[in-house]
Antibody, heavy 122, light 107 residues
C-alpha cells in the first residue's frame, strides 16, 4: 500500500523557519515526482512546489519562490520542504502528494499524504 | 500563467440528481486535467485524470469530459457520500494550478 506520512508542522512565530518532511512507503520512491500542496483554513488547494524523481529539477509557485526549498533524499524515501521567513499567510495544512510519473509535468497527483499543519502567529 | 476557473462555487442538489461542475482553463491544456474530491475534514483524493479517465475504485456515477479549455465533471446520481468539495487541476505545465473548488451539498 502506498503511504505518505507528513510531519514537522507546528506553531511558529513570523520570520522563523521550519522543515516539513514526508516519509514515503509502498512504492519505488525515486521513480516518481513529488509535490507539496497547501490549504489555508477554510480555503481551497494551492500547489506550492514540485520535484522530479531524480531530484535534479524543481519548480515553485510565485507566492513562495525564494523562501521555500523542496528537496528529497531518495535513499531515505523522504521528501522535504524548507520554509524560511514564515508569514501569517503561510498558515495552512501542507500535504505531500505523489505524481503518477517521474516528471511533475504530464503526471497527475495520484496519492495524497495526510497533511501537517503549520501555524504562523506571534 | 494559466488560470483555472470553476463554476459554480457551491451547489445544493437532491439525492439522485444529476450534478455538473465546469472548469475552464485560461489557455488550452489538452487533456491534462484532473478532478480531486475532498470530503469534509479529509485528505483530497484523485477521482479523474486525463480529463475523462476514472481512477481505480471510483464509482462509475462519476464521469469527466472535455479538452482544451473547457471541462466538465458529472455525477450522474448524487449520493449522500458525495458531499465534498471538488477541485479541478491542470498538470500540463508548472505551475500545477487548481481551480477554486465547488462545494456540493445535499438539499
Amino acid at each position: 500500500e502506498v503511504r505518505l506520512l507528513g510531519s514537522g508542522g507546528g506553531l511558529v512565530q513570523p520570520g522563523e523557519s521550519l522543515r516539513l518532511s514526508c516519509a514515503a512507503s509502498g512504492f519505488t520512491f525515486n521513480n516518481y515526482a513529488m509535490s507539496w500542496v497547501r490549504q489555508a483554513p477554510g480555503k481551497g488547494l494551492e500547489w506550492v512546489s514540485a520535484i522530479i524523481g531524480g531530484g535534479g529539477n524543481t519548480n515553485y509557485a510565485d507566492s513562495v519562490k525564494g523562501r521555500f526549498t523542496i528537496s528529497r533524499d531518495n535513499s531515505k524515501g523522504t521528501l522535504y520542504l524548507q520554509i524560511n521567513s514564515l508569514r501569517a499567510e503561510d498558515t495552512a495544512v501542507y500535504y505531500c502528494a505523489k505524481h503518477s510519473g517521474t516528471y511533475y509535468m504530464y503526471s497527475v497527483l495520484d496519492v495524497w499524504g495526510q497533511g501537517t499543519t503549520v501555524t504562523v502567529s506571534s | 500563467d494559466i488560470q483555472m476557473t470553476q463554476s459554480p462555487s457551491s451547489l445544493s442538489a437532491s439525492v439522485g440528481d444529476r450534478v455538473t461542475i465546469t472548469c475552464r482553463a485560461s489557455q488550452g491544456i489538452g487533456n491534462y486535467l484532473a478532478w480531486h474530491q475532498q470530503k469534509p475534514g479529509k485528505v483530497p483524493k484523485l477521482l479523474i485524470y486525463a480529463a475523462s479517465t476514472l481512477q481505480s475504485g471510483v464509482p462509475s456515477r462519476f464521469s469527466g469530459s472535455g479538452s482544451g479549455t473547457d471541462f466538465i465533471l458529472t455525477i450522474s446520481s448524487l449520493q449522500p457520500e458525495d458531499v465534498a468539495t471538488y477541485y479541478c487541476q491542470k498538470y500540463n505545465s508548472a505551475p500545477l494550478a487548481f481551480g477554486g473548488g465547488t462545494k456540493v451539498e445535499i438539499k
